[in-house]
């Protein structure tokens, strides 16, 4: 008979022949046994020997800080398996117990804590699990000091039951605590670094914050460089980042480019900062951003042997680069050699090849469009127009057919004057650019809305 259920029928037996209470080394085994099959993720076996030494251990009458231990284990058991209700009522005993006993500021508490929330969590119930990891930062940071690292355990699920809640304020908040910890622990240079500063560069490019990323980015490429050598995959990704967010920011948010190109046609390229008419001031993509992407290209290039991951995320960017700037001659190459690289990858069970479908790289809605959208106090209608587009083989919108529109006729023709200036990553097949006849695309106006109107559209209720 297996040695588990030998323990386990002896504990019994024990306790019904005898009512003995199960010693010490057979409370041992089974605690063993359990440590062995979460060990081995074997986490149905290892729930019911979670639960079975909990109720060994009461029967025993261990102390309370030995009986919070087993029940936070119990806790997490029941979370991986599944059984949330169980598992957050596990977590809350295990509280209880240590605050009977330690009370409310013990280290301790940290564990149940970061169990519960990640219960809460788990449940779609973010703004409980903000609040129960807060309370576990504020507990470790009095037991162990403000930077100290084992709190970064805590900050990453924070911040995202935080962005969960739409508090970006907060996310940032985190994010940047996280960065500091690490900083002052390694130094800014330091390698171990990395995995926070690629957390808020992330977090901030996602958010359209093209120029505080940017930053970031470059700060990857530094650190990665010096650790790694120029050919590094930190080192790669941070220079695609900085080639990414500057076509982002030309493409979807031009006017953030507080230094941009500004060029008089009659003078020609003013410096930096030179206050010109608005009329004479032509927003450009960076060449910094070009020049990034191909460096990437380059120490990938001098490498025998480079990643095909890696080298195909390098020849998209350069190839949406050039798209973007309406120059689909310099782009095909690009998109070419990437081609047989994401293929493959998609062969072998990975995701879909993005060249297969036609992609938005350089499109601006009409500001009449977007501008009431996030408008403090006003109450806007969202209206809808559905088009087909036919989009070329170098990726530029050919004709905009409308399909259904929400919007008068001259919302509807100054959204589709938009459109056709759009420029779009073009649909390959067989490695080459083929045309895209009618790919559906919906745009949205954001109209303020008539007395009575709720937002969405909706009328609102009246009282009879």
Known sequence: MPRLLSVLLLCIANLAAHGEVPSESERQAVYDDFKRAFAANQFPEALALADQLVRLMEAAGVDNERMSTAWNNLGVVQFRTGDLAGSEASFRRSLELLEATEGIASRRLISPLAGLAAVQAAGDQHALAAESLQRAVAISRRAEGLFNLRQLELL???????????????????????????????????????????????????????????????????????????????????????????RLQYSLDPESIAEANAEDPFAGRYEAGTSLPARYIAVRLDDDGEKAALKALELLEASSDPPPEVLARVLMELGDWYTTAHRPEVALPYYQ????????AEAQ???????????????RPPNAATRNRDRDGVVTEARSVRVELAIAPTGEVTAVTVVES????SQTNTLVRALGRAWFRPRFDAGAPVDEPALPFTETWFAIAEPGQSPEGESEPTES
């Open 156 to 246: 990453d699920p924070l911040a995202r039951s935080f962005e969960a809640l739409g508090a970006d304020t907060q996310v940032e908040q985190q994010h940047r605590y996280a960065l500091k910890i690490v900083q002052r622990e390694y130094g800014v240079n330091d390698p171990r670094t990395l995995p926070a500063t690629l957390e808020l560069a992330r977090w901030l490019e996602a958010k359209g914050r093209y120029v505080s990323s940017r930053a970031l980015w470059g700060q990857v490429v530094r650190v990665g460089s010096a650790e790694g050598g120029s050919l590094n995959v930190a080192t790669i990704d941070g220079l695609i980042a900085i080639a990414r967010t500057y």
């Open 406 to 409: 929400a919007l008068d006729e």
């Open 337 to 344: 050699r990437a081609w047989p690289l994401l293929a493959e």
């Open 349 to 363: 069970g990975g995701a879909a090849n993005p060249l297969s479908v036609p992609l938005p790289l350089h499109y």
